[in-house]
């Protein structure tokens, strides 16, 4: 009937929504992890000119802004389906949850590739 | 049910509407705050006064505080329900709990310490 994988010693179905799912946690663990670097560093900025100086132009380096690029997809990804979420359990998105992610996911790309642009224009 | 679940059983029902509730306030700001921290930046980044004026508006500890709180809430409390499905002793449970809320309440501190002190310093 449908295909099976196997994620470590739990089974899921090859679903949309249980890619969904997995991705959405996956997502959101890496964004807690750069949530608490982000604290870490932002606060090193307090420390006056020449330290925000240093931190400032290790940070503006181009693998940084790659970095920086990736963030912003896995925020959008996390976000758009953080949407697809809230319509399914507020109102009636379980009827076409699938739909739904298609197209938010697609928002999410467009978001994702002018985003990006943004970012990477002053980068190189 | 195992005795191990009763006491979260009712938690659990305020934790998931929380979570949606500042998924969609995070959803505005995370959005927000990537638009005008990393998009309509002129150079390559911001400079020091660029920050500091902007950190000494009216605006910036009210709106940092909410953001800092909602996020870390949003993302502690995520990382909670992914490890409630993958641990079932009171004990682990425990010792998790206790280092989310650890995290939370070291990264809170830092956090407010960071919007208090870019408030208050004098810009040169």
Redesign the interface.
Known sequence: MYKRTRFYDFTYYNFVGSWAWILH?LA??A??FY??LH??V??T??YG?RT??DV??F??SPLFKLL?VGL?GV?LFH?FN??R??IV??FKGSLAHKKLFVALVAAAFVLWAL?SF??LR??F | MDKNFKQTSRAGAVAWLLQRISAVILFVLLLLHFVTYHFLTQTRSVSYRQVLERAQSWWFPLLQFAFLVTALYHGLNGIWSVLEDYTHSKFWRLVWYGLLVTVGVALLFVGTLTIVKLYTMKLA
Do not use: K, P, Q, Y
């Open positions: 946690r959101g663990l964004l807690i949530l608490c604290i870490w932002i606060h900025l307090t000119e925000f100086n400032m132009a940070l503006s920086e912003w925020i976000a953080g949407v979420i809230v359990d507020f985003g943004l970012l002053h980068a």
